[in-house]
């Protein structure tokens, strides 16, 4: 079954703007963690969240979790035309060997 | 490079054929992944091996017979497709369930068409 649900399903922005993804999902979780899927490619992880955090930084990427609302977001800042891919959350489902993707946005980045 | 090879890249069969796609990883993982992408549906997980054994199968139909011969290598071997079964086969591997973490390293996908 589906655990998350990205919102938008899809983003156009300008090189150096802000691009904000959002996931929602539905059961209680360990972690959140997101990954990136350039066109025909594999998945490549870029950032993970523990249940017990509410923000995250990796360079130019910021992750908030709420597990009250259940939901997460993905800030990618001053954007450039190679962030252009499409981006996943993902979440385990606790006490099984199972991570469950959300349905993406795909993020199209112009120069 | 994530350290997960998947081969062919790109496959084409008929429904009548059998093929086998490979996974080959060289990170020292325990756990190794089958998904499924196909277009406009998120991924599907198919299959999870731990430690060698098959601990998920997904309601994945017996045409899609999966293989793990150790705890580095992968099949999915595929016999009588259909049409809709073209998609892009991800494999993974991570360090298994008990790594707290979970994260997972994708291979490159095998693309495949089935006339």
């Known amino acids: 079954s589906q655990q998350g649900e990205e919102d938008p399903q899809a983003l156009s922005i300008q090189e150096g703007e802000n691009a904000t993804m959002n996931c929602s999902y539905k059961?209680?979780?360990?972690?959140l963690q997101w990954y990136r899927q350039n066109s025909g490619r594999g998945l490549v992880h870029l950032i993970l969240?523990?249940?017990?955090?509410r923000e995250k930084h990796s360079g130019r990427l910021r992750v908030t979790l709420d597990t009250s609302k259940k939901s997460s977001s993905l800030l990618i800042t001053a954007s450039r035309a190679a962030d252009t891919a499409s981006y996943f959350c993902a979440t385990p489902l606790i006490g099984t060997d199972k991570l469950i993707f959300g349905t993406g946005t795909r993020l199209q980045v112009f120069p | 490079e994530t350290g997960v090879t998947q081969t062919p890249r790109h496959l084409v069969m008929g429904m009548t054929n059998k093929k086998s796609l490979k996974c080959e990883q060289h990170l020292g993982h325990n756990a190794m992944y089958w998904y499924k992408q196909s277009a406009k549906k998120p991924l599907e997980l198919m299959f999870v091996?731990?430690?060698?054994?098959?601990?998920e199968n997904n309601s994945v139909p017996s045409r899609f017979s999966p293989e793990c011969p150790n705890s580095s290598h992968l099949f999915l071997h595929l016999h009588t497709l259909q049409p809709e079964d073209s998609a892009l086969y991800l494999c993974?591997?991570?360090?298994?369930?008990?790594?707290?973490?979970?994260?997972?390293?994708f291979g490159e996908g095998s693309r495949l068409t089935v006339l």
């Open positions: 969240i523990r249940s017990n955090e």
């Open positions: 993974a591997s991570s360090q298994g369930p008990d790594s707290n973490t979970g994260e997972l390293f």
């Open positions: 091996y731990n430690f060698k054994e098959q601990t």
């Open positions: 059961t209680s979780i360990n972690n």
